[in-house]
């Protein structure tokens, strides 16, 4: 069981705080804050847990090293542009949460490649050793991406009982993970109070896509939690009851943990 949080990096560097036309607070309003601390607990429960350290604005994690923006990166073409790409939020984004841009002009396709060679590699690199060494030591892997949502980005979602989702499971449609084990992931939120709803409006993206084969017993699944639930999304301050938010979500963490356990046996068969 791997569990991976890719947007919650907060360490900006230097040259993208002087560059950039937005305070380090606005530059942080795409940042996953604090979901690595929502999940810190999970290295008790025998699972693993990665976490970056740079920031989504620098380099996002969870998309693919080829979704260059030929609106940021100078000399990259437009062949090949998906949505993702033309609204600002390739690999190297253009824009933070809000559509607002991050610099005042381009980079050089040379600075978005270093970007990539220094963090985007290194991150993919110890997220797929980590998975081959969980095929090769227990026959499959489990993969838990941990991410959080806006608030506005549920304001026309319900769940199954006609409430606003808290936690949104995103599995593909059904393409990166067995069914039985979503199942699973979706009822242990659910024993901790958390209204849970599947793939709307988030059903994963690359990470989801690139390392969920359930044929090849791969098995990825991505968690989206409601940023207000926890947090002050404007000030990115946590709530007076943080801590209890953590435990809940520690001890959902803990039952998924679980759920790789007893499914080594199976699997060695």
Not at 117 to 122: A, D, E, G, H, Y
Request: aromatic share 6%.
């Amino acid at each position: 069981m791997v569990f991976a949080s890719p947007h919650s990096g907060r360490d900006y560097p230097a040259e993208m705080v002087q560059q950039s036309v937005l305070s380090p607070l606005q530059l942080r309003s795409s940042e996953d804050a604090h979901v690595d601390r929502l999940y810190a607990d999970v290295p008790r429960f025998g699972a693993v847990m990665i976490s970056a350290t740079y920031p989504r604005a620098w380099v996002d994690l969870n998309r693919h090293a080829d979704e260059m923006d030929p609106a940021l990166v100078a000399g990259v073409s437009r062949v090949g542009l998906n949505p993702r790409i033309a609204s600002g939020l390739g690999v190297i984004p253009r824009v933070v949460a809000g559509g607002r841009s991050i610099y005042r002009g381009k980079i050089s396709r040379e600075e978005a490649q270093e970007r990539i060679r220094t963090v985007w590699q290194p991150y993919h690199r110890l997220l797929q050793a980590v998975i081959d060494e969980s095929l090769a030591l227990f026959g499959q892997s489990i993969l838990i991406d941990c991410h959080s949502m806006p608030r506005e980005a549920l304001s026309a979602v319900r769940s199954g009982k006609g409430r606003r989702p808290e936690v949104v499971i995103g599995d593909r449609y059904g393409a990166s993970a067995n069914p039985s084990i979503v199942i699973e992931v979706e009822r242990a939120f659910r024993q901790q109070g958390f209204e849970v709803a599947r793939n709307v409006p988030f059903a994963g993206a690359f990470v989801t896509q690139h390392y969920g084969h359930p044929a090849r017993r791969c098995h990825a699944i991505q968690v989206e939690i409601d940023r207000s639930v926890y947090m002050n999304e404007l000030t990115l301050v946590p709530h007076s009851d943080f801590n209890e938010i953590c435990a809940r979500v520690g001890a959902a963490a803990e039952v998924i943990a679980k759920i790789g356990a007893e499914r080594v046996p199976m699997a060695a068969e």
